[in-house]
């Protein structure tokens, strides 16, 4: 190998490495190695921002946007509702959202199912006294099943498709994925449907015993109260008070400083701010009965408790609850915090919001719909609150006539849908300023970035390298075997880069691999497609999985009980079928 191709390869090796530690930003991480490439000089100073005008970058950002501006008109929930609350028993109930999920997840894109389909989910089980944690968790695998049947379901299969162009002349169709993409989905949706959610705990409560709002019983929160000068708590101890109130005290802030000191040794006083932890019931007792303020207090005339999940696009990413100034901008208080039942250290004035994070929110519903809206956050229950937006079933018509255009291949799938989005704001039906919003930046720009360092490592030779060390590696061991590996690998490698990652390494050396074979790249191409969307494993690997952590309850190994299974028949059935509608 020449200087320039150990070079990129170590520089994709140290960039995957920087990914899998999830120290920086997914998209910080990309920019730098582009920056790291232009420098060394292995991505040419002219290409370096060629990612931005391709036209997986184009059709990504598109749908981004078409799929959100759906979700925020409620224009697929009425059907979605009809089949969740159809269900009297768990099996009744996991099996039609499931499906729903996967048909979502085809048409729109993993996050924009699991949009639609969450608060549904989260009501449906409350209703029928299922726990979030045995639905949330199937719901999420099954988006990123159904997204490995069409070409907009996964930037991964755009990414597919365009490697393809590029190394053969021509593109995967938009249904191409669908031959072994459909049985690979079907046959997890029937484990998801029939058997994982089994194996998952029941967390949570899945009633409203408390009086709460139906479907607002997530928790446990951690907030900050104000011991008032009449509470009958001044004087009892630390321990004494988390025993007899069933919550957890995580420091004690006396005249504007923290008290260093054993718990057992700490006596309430006035004027004391507690940094508590407990479920809701219990914070909205504490503020009720025992003189803690503001902790939880009970919604004003007029006003509504709402929860909302920080998601990947959400502008709170990084900041605190008390720097976004949710009073002042939206007439809305962020009233507690919740981490999957993992504490943080300091108060809301220090906490660093994540994706998963929920929010309590209360607030009248227009200005709750207003910071929602503002935030890019998910509402975990349907209490008629849209994200935004207007204009009927415009939005929906001008998505099926794209839809169609690119199936029968009039128009190429990155015009068709920005023709779509174009018509929805000259219509009236998307506000300009929601276009911009709505897309989800992050992910253009990590794409953006990494798309010229995935061009270079197939034009260097560095791809064929690495092919060649493969092959040279493995033997003579045969076709069926070489796709066995990649499978492997793409699966193996998700969890930790995430699929887009994956891809855009595997992508080139899979064809390099194919061309010295001399075998047909597109099987290899398509398991790469199904593996790098496999990520059934961990809760970041992919965004879906991050977003349910904490409305599920969800622990690490949770993932692997559920997941483990629905992997390996991903694996044997995507073994069994790819080489038939794919030969070698």
């Given at each position: 190998m020449s200087l320039d191709q150990l070079a990129l390869l170590a520089l994709m090796a140290t960039t995957l490495v920087v990914l899998a530690s999830d120290r920086l930003r997914y998209d910080v991480v990309a920019v730098g190695a582009l920056l790291g490439a232009v420098g060394l000089g292995l991505v040419p100073i002219e290409h370096a921002f060629a990612g931005f005008a391709s036209p997986v970058v184009v059709t990504v950002a598109a749908l981004l946007v078409i799929g959100r501006t759906l979700v925020a008109l409620g224009l697929l929930e009425g059907l979605a509702r009809r089949l969740a609350d159809g269900g009297r028993t768990?099996?009744?109930?996991?099996?039609?959202?499931?499906?729903?999920?996967?048909?979502?997840?085809?048409?729109?894109?993993?996050?924009?199912?699991?949009?639609?389909?969450?608060?549904?989910?989260?009501?449906?089980?409350?209703?029928?006294?299922?726990?979030?944690?045995?639905?949330?968790?199937?719901?999420?695998?099954?988006?990123?099943?159904?997204?490995?049947?069409?070409?907009?379901?996964?930037?991964?299969?755009?990414?597919?498709?365009?490697?393809?162009?590029?190394?053969?002349?021509?593109?995967?169709?938009?249904?191409?994925?669908?031959?072994?993409?459909?049985?690979?989905?079907?046959?997890?949706?029937?484990?998801?449907?029939?058997?994982?959610?089994?194996?998952?705990?029941?967390?949570?409560?899945?009633t409203t015993a408390s009086g709460l709002p139906e479907g607002l019983e997530v928790g446990p929160y951690q907030t900050e109260g104000r011991v008032g000068g009449d509470s009958p708590l001044i004087g009892l101890r630390v321990p004494a008070f988390e025993r007899s109130r069933a919550v957890r005290v995580h420091g004690v802030i006396r005249g504007g400083l923290r008290v260093f000191a054993r718990p057992a040794d700490i006596d309430l006083r006035a004027g004391d701010v507690l940094l508590l932890e407990a479920a809701l019931p219990v914070l909205q007792a504490l503020a009720a009965r025992e003189g803690i303020r503001p902790a939880l207090p009970e919604a004003r005339g007029g006003e509504e408790i709402l929860e909302a999940v920080i998601t990947p696009a959400s502008i709170a990413l990084g900041s605190c609850p008390l720097t976004l100034d949710a009073p002042g901008r939206w007439r809305v208080e962020i009233m507690a915090v919740a981490r999957n039942g993992r504490r943080f250290e300091g108060g809301?004035?220090?906490?660093?919001?994540?994706?998963?994070?929920?929010?309590?929110?209360?607030?009248?519903?227009?200005?709750?719909?207003?910071?929602?809206?503002?935030?890019?956050?998910?509402?975990?229950?349907?209490?008629?609150?849209?994200?935004?937006?207007?204009?009927?079933?415009?939005?929906?018509?001008?998505?099926?006539?794209?839809?169609?255009?690119?199936?029968?291949?009039?128009?190429?799938?990155?015009?068709?849908?920005?023709?779509?989005?174009?018509?929805?704001?000259?219509?009236?039906?998307?506000?300009?300023?929601?276009?911009?919003?709505?897309?989800?930046?992050?992910?253009?720009?990590?794409?953006?970035?990494?798309?010229?360092?995935?061009?270079?490592?197939?034009?260097?030779?560095?791809?064929?390298?690495?092919?060649?060390?493969?092959?040279?590696?493995?033997?003579?061991?045969?076709?069926?075997?070489?796709?066995?590996?990649?499978?492997?690998?793409?699966?193996?490698?998700?969890?930790?880069?995430?699929?887009?990652?994956?891809?855009?390494?595997?992508?080139?050396?899979?064809?390099?691999?194919?061309?010295?074979?001399?075998?047909?790249?597109?099987?290899?191409?398509?398991?790469?497609?199904?593996?790098?969307?496999?990520?059934?494993?961990?809760?970041?690997?992919?965004?879906?999985?991050?977003?349910?952590?904490?409305?599920?309850?969800?622990?690490?190994?949770d993932y692997g009980r559920a997941g483990l299974p629905l992997a390996l028949i991903v694996l044997g059935v995507a073994l069994a079928v790819i080489p038939q509608v794919w030969p070698f």
């Open positions: 768990p099996l009744g109930l996991i099996v039609p959202l499931c499906g729903l999920g996967a048909l979502a997840g085809a048409c729109l894109s993993s996050f924009g199912a699991l949009a639609l389909m969450m608060p549904v989910a989260l009501v449906a089980g409350t209703r029928r006294g299922i726990a979030a944690s045995r639905l949330l968790l199937p719901l999420s695998f099954s988006t990123l099943l159904g997204g490995m049947t069409t070409l907009i379901g996964s930037p991964v299969n755009l990414l597919i498709a365009q490697a393809r162009q590029d190394a053969l002349g021509r593109p995967f169709a938009l249904f191409d994925f669908a031959a072994a993409g459909l049985p690979v989905a079907v046959a997890g949706l029937l484990w998801l449907g029939l058997a994982s959610w089994r194996l998952l705990p029941e967390r949570g409560p899945a809301l004035g220090e906490l660093s919001l994540m994706v998963g994070d929920l929010l309590l929110l209360r607030g009248r519903p227009d200005h709750l719909q207003e910071a929602l809206a503002a935030l890019d956050c998910l509402p975990l229950r349907d209490r008629g609150i849209r994200l935004a937006g207007r204009g009927g079933a415009v939005p929906l018509v001008l998505f099926a006539l794209a839809l169609a255009l690119a199936v029968l291949g009039l128009v190429p799938p990155p015009v068709a849908f920005v023709a779509a989005l174009f018509g929805m704001v000259v219509s009236g039906a998307l506000p300009l300023s929601e276009v911009y919003r709505r897309i989800d930046w992050p992910v253009v720009v990590f794409l953006a970035a990494l798309i010229p360092i995935g061009d270079a490592l197939a034009e260097s030779g560095a791809a064929a390298g690495l092919a060649g060390g493969v092959l040279k590696l493995a033997g003579d061991i045969g076709p069926h075997a070489l796709l066995a590996m990649t499978l492997a690998a793409a699966m193996g490698l998700s969890p930790l880069l995430g699929g887009v990652a994956t891809t855009l390494m595997l992508a080139p050396v899979v064809l390099s691999l194919a061309a010295q074979a001399s075998v047909s790249a597109d099987p290899f191409l398509i398991a790469v497609a199904i593996g790098a969307s496999a990520d059934f494993f961990t809760p970041f690997g992919h965004h879906n999985n991050a977003l349910i952590l904490g409305p599920g309850g969800y622990r690490f190994l």
